[in-house]
């Protein structure tokens, strides 16, 4: 009777000792996840291109974000910090690329009329939006068959001081817009059509006025997409047209 009592609390303890590991395992960095790039500057001797140093940081900057307001899936207009990784990375192979396709540059539509907006992307995998009012940017970037698994949104923003005719020597008129200002703004849900093709109708059309149609091309919890190397195309695309003159 001992020896079995004996072997039962050996077999328990072993028991709640891999419960415990198991648990621990979600709470701290495994050696195997350290990237040692991050516990570099990064600057070189000879740094005469004049690159800015890096932060530095031993684990991955795991509590990079102690002592301030978490973002935790929701937006803060006051802004937050994020701890959530980046995620996984395509191939070069499959980088996103878009076009937008309609409007055409500097196309003239009616007032208040309804359009379409008309796009495609490369090696998206759309179709998968999560709720950004409780998981923004709440996981990281994932891929299927190599694609970045994700969305598109549509934005439009009316340009200011923007008139037909400029010439080179008046951009200084032109203002960047305020991106808290949008005119037009669309998630697409849809997985697109063919060679994937994406359409949205601008219901009720836009009153007279100069204005920026642009892609943001996410992933499934609405972070800006990330691709494996800094020399290459946008991932995103923008037209300029105008309403009623």
Sequence with gaps: MTLKLLLFLVTLASLISAQDNQKRSWLVLETDNIQTASQSDGLPSNNSIGY???AIDPANFINHCTQRTLT???SFKGGSCNGIVMGDIP???NMISTIITYPFQNQLFTVNTPFFVR???ANLAAGSVTNPNSTLYAAPQAIHDGKVIGHVHVTIQQLFGFTEGMVEGQEAHIAPPDPTRVAFFKTIFGKG???GGFSVQVRG???VGYYRVCTMVAASNHQPVIMPVVL??????CQRFRVGY
């Design 119 to 121: 796009l495609r992307t």
């Design 52 to 54: 800015t140093p890096s």
């Design 205 to 207: 059309g836009l009153p």
């Design 72 to 74: 935790n899936g929701k």
């Design 193 to 195: 059509g063919g060679e």
């Design 91 to 93: 191939a070069e192979t």
């Design 232 to 237: 290459r195309g946008a991932q995103d695309d």
